[in-house]
């Protein structure tokens, strides 16, 4: 087990009221697991970053590294930070000095071929140019270079995908990839579903400081529906359905059917083929994180307005 934080409770005093960010919240991770965070705004997920990096403490709970409590702040050595898509680095500095400058902090070795592998890994156009003259995406590129130049052994990635492009996300996926093959950690949070789900196979979500899923994003996504029928109904409106299929549940301006299997969503299309030409858009897809993940969270806040 390389990271354990136990029953951890944080609380902020805003003005004259208290924000409970986190409540007797638990999290482990063994080295090579890349775990995604999910959690709406607000829920927390930051705070758990900053209390696993020592940014700010927490009102109760433990923090093990590697079996051990916490103490001091050495495990920091061994973490990789970066908090809200952005990095730390220099604006005045290069790629390439800002690297040097914060493995230095880490007291770890600079390793020069280690650094070109992640620029060329994170296809970083010019590591020789400040950081001010890069673009947003090569800046937030350079940072994920200076969080994992002293080879981590957990990364905490707080919303890394915020301002990189398609190119630079399938960068970053590769890198993860490469790091978690060679023993690293990953806790990677964020709002961008489709990258969350092609990489990570571990999720956790939280809403309102609590944990509401941790394990297997197969066993996340298998809640009893396997696909999804979405369309936008026509002048006639919604077609029936008929019985034992259930009710479309409106989404916006489209209708979605949930499916159980492969075999029902062939019926529900045969039955429905007649009435499918007046609709204005149709699609069968499999159910995806997003859905589930929606499903979970609206799920919580039906309960707390209940
Ligand atoms: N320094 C602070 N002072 C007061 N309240 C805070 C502070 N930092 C966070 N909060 C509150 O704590 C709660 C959790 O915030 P946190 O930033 O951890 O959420 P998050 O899940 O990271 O949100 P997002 O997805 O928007 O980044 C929120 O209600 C937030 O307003």
């Given amino acids: 087990m390389l990271f354990e934080l136990q029953h951890a409770s944080k609380c902020y005093q805003r003005g004259a009221h208290k924000v409970q960010a986190l409540r007797d919240f638990s999290l482990r991770l063994d080295a090579g697991e890349i775990l995604g965070l999910l959690g709406p705004n607000g829920s927390g997920k930051t705070t758990f970053v900053k209390l696993a990096t020592g940014l700010c403490d927490a009102d109760a709970g433990e923090l093990r590294w590697r079996g051990h409590p916490v103490s001091g702040h050495r495990h920091l050595r061994e973490l990789g930070v970066l908090l809200e898509g952005r990095g730390a680095g220099y604006e005045r500095l290069s790629t390439w000095e800002n690297a040097r400058y914060f493995c230095g902090l880490r007291e770890a070795r600079f390793d020069a071929a ?24 090569n800046k937030l590129r350079a940072s994920l270079l200076c969080t994992l130049i002293h080879k981590p052994a957990l990364a905490l990635l707080d919303e890394p995908t915020l301002g990189l492009d398609l190119l630079g996300v399938d960068k970053l996926e590769a890198l993860v990839r490469h790091g978690a093959g060679q023993g690293m950690g990953f806790v990677i949070s964020s709002h961008d579903l489709h990258f969350i789900e092609r990489l990570c196979p571990r999720i956790v979500c939280i809403s309102r400081g609590e944990k509401l899923y941790d394990g297997c994003k197969s066993e996340f996504l298998q809640d009893g529906t396997g696909y999804v029928l979405q369309l936008q109904a026509g002048p006639q409106g919604a077609p029936a359905l008929p ?3 259930g009710a479309w549940l409106p989404q916006g301006d489209l209708l ?32 995806s994180l997003r859905d589930r993940y929606r499903k979970l969270v609206g799920e919580q806040d039906e309960e707390g307005q209940a």
């Fill in 256 to 287: 979605q059917l949930p499916l159980r299997d492969h075999a029902q969503a062939c019926a529900a299309l045969a039955c429905l083929q007649p009435q499918l030409p007046a609709c204005l858009s149709m699609e069968l897809r499999p159910v």
């Fill in 243 to 245: 019985e034992g299929l």
């Fill in 114 to 137: 280690h650094f070109q592998a992640l620029a060329e890994l994170l296809e970083l156009p010019d590591v020789r140019a400040p950081l001010r003259q890069l673009s947003t995406g």
